[in-house]
């Protein structure tokens, strides 16, 4: 297919630019805001590669591609892909491709510790002692060991978490269901509501639809138990570092105020950025902007990722992993 124009919208390491250029291709870095592209700034590129703060809904789809060009790749760098409606981009021939495995063990890593944040109560340690004062007494916190970590979702990273969860001496049960097979040690349960009854810790690790969509919500917040399979009132924690949405975030407020959710830790929201959330006035919750792919190991594995697969679709004029 020859030299392609290149559109990264939302940044690309050095190592994926370095070797896109090095193939011949033009790479051009620029941020372009959903009414651009709208009014059809893409249309003078042959691909463009996003992350999650660009959207490209039907419309925008449409106004990148016509009968004289436009895209032909939409390469999203890192997991979630509702941001682009795939569909739409099957009816104009867009190849859609995406970097699943690039950025696991940094997500799973940013998960393993919001769970041991929120149990030990770190951020609001933190946040006492930055005001003065020394809440020691206040601050008592509990174990991961001992009890039960319930996954919702159970590809990679979920195993990956299970992993290291496992090691701390947690019993794991996850639901997916579009899985019939998990490791040894792994409880795989057929009914999401089963992994609310029966586990203090959850971890949601599942994409965003209309079948997710509050998934978390008052109803199943309420099943969960409180008491860890140690005996000990642990309390009840939620993380998720997935996609914002699935956590119901007025429910889990909600929550957190009555006392039946102990914390709250989300990398995630369901508007983002966020600006206002009375999820913040909660000493019980803590978050961070949408960070679990955002180490420099990461973006390096995502940037030499995606500059592969744009170089095998022009090279060859498909993507072995194409999501459509």
């Not at 004062?133 to 916190?141: F, Q, T, V």
């Not at 701390?168 to 639901?175: R, S, T, Y």
């Amino acid at each position: 297919m020859g030299m392609a124009r290149i559109a990264v919208t939302d940044g690309m390491s050095d190592e994926g630019v370095e070797i896109l250029e090095n193939g011949g291709h033009e790479v051009v870095l620029r941020h372009h805001e959903p009414e651009e592209i709208a009014n059809g700034s893409l249309l003078e590129f042959d691909a463009v590669v996003i992350r999650s703060a660009t959207k490209l809904p039907s419309e925008q789809i449409k106004a990148s591609v016509n009968d004289n060009g436009g895209i032909r790749f939409i390469g999203r760098a890192g997991v979630g892909v509702d941001n682009i409606d795939i569909a739409e981009a099957r009816k104009w021939g867009i190849t859609v491709c995406n970097t699943p495995g690039a950025s696991t063990r940094s997500v799973v890593e940013l998960t393993i510790g919001h769970l041991i944040a929120s149990t030990r109560h770190i951020a609001r340690a933190d946040r006492t002692l930055r005001n003065g004062e020394w809440a020691k007494k206040l601050l008592r916190g509990s174990e991961i060991g001992g009890k039960r970590l319930g996954l919702i979702g159970f590809g990679r990273i979920a195993r990956g978490v299970a992993s290291i969860a496992s090691s701390f001496g947690m019993e794991v049960h996850a639901f997916d269901p579009f899985v019939d097979d998990a490791p040894e040690g792994v409880l795989l349960h057929d009914e999401v509501d089963e992994i609310f009854r029966y586990c203090t810790h959850i971890s949601v690790h599942c994409n965003l639809n209309e079948q997710t969509r509050n998934l978390v919500n008052s109803e199943r917040i309420s099943m969960m138990p409180g008491m860890g399979l140690d005996g000990i009132e642990c309390g009840n924690h939620i993380v998720s570092c997935a996609r914002g949405g699935v956590v119901d975030e007025f429910a889990a407020s909600k929550a957190l105020e009555s006392g039946q959710l102990t914390s709250l830790a989300l990398d995630v929201f369901e508007v983002e950025p966020l600006v206002e959330s009375d999820l913040l006035r909660h000493d019980s919750f803590h978050g961070s902007p949408h960070i679990a792919a955002s180490t420099l190991e990461a973006q390096a594995r995502i940037g030499t990722e995606m500059a592969g697969l744009l170089i095998e679709y022009f090279e060859n004029g498909r993507c072995n992993n194409s999501l459509n």
